[in-house]
């Protein structure tokens, strides 16, 4: 498992994950159920939707096989698939500028993608800070729509 740990600034409280080639607009995805899984899905991109509109902690691996969901750690924790055609994957925040944002390498193909959210109800009243924090997790797997597998409680 490779595992990379990121501090990355979630304007409009989102992050992105796509692949390099992606072209597609999130504009759409963002609709109801999406925002309440925090999980927007289009064409070789998925966005991440977080509590804060700040720089958060990002830890994003990358594993050989399925890893156990550990769902009583978590907060929030959803699944979905993310096809990779370039073998380049990017994460950034939102409103990042394209071309510096960090590539990792990867081999082409299907991915199942989980987020795992903690440290959400942390948040402080004027939601400036908190330990909130996005676990990102990737395999090769087989196609999947967006599903929760544990929703936070607001």
Same mark, same amino acid.
């Given at each position: 498992? #490779? ?8 304007d409009?409280f989102?992050? %992105?994950?796509?692949? +390099?080639? &992606? ?16 999980? &927007?899905?289009t064409t ?6 977080t ?15 399925e ?18 055609? /370039? ?9 990042? %500028? ?8 990867? +081999?082409?193909?299907? %991915?199942?993608v ?6 959400l109800n942390?948040?402080? &009243? ?16 087989s196609?999947?729509?967006? /599903?929760?597998? #544990?929703?936070?409680?607001?």
């Amino acid at each position: 498992m #490779k595992s990379y740990q990121r501090e990355l600034f979630a304007d409009y409280f989102q992050l %992105y994950l796509q692949d +390099e080639a &992606a072209e597609a607009n999130l504009g759409e995805a963002w609709d109801e159920a999406a925002t309440q899984r925090m999980f &927007a899905v289009t064409t070789g991109m998925i966005g991440i939707g977080t509590t804060r509109n700040m720089e958060v902690p990002v830890t994003l691996e990358f594993h050989d096989a399925e890893p156990p969901q550990n769902l009583p750690d978590f907060d929030h924790v959803v699944e979905g698939a993310l096809v990779v055609t /370039t073998g380049s994957l990017v994460l950034a925040g939102c409103t990042d %500028y394209f071309p510096d944002a960090e590539r990792f390498a990867l +081999e082409p193909g299907t %991915y199942r993608v989980r987020l795992s959210c903690s440290g959400l109800n942390t948040l402080s &009243a004027d939601g400036l800070e908190g330990n909130d924090h996005y676990l990102i997790q990737l395999w090769l797997g087989s196609p999947l729509e967006p /599903t929760v597998l #544990k929703q936070r409680s607001v």
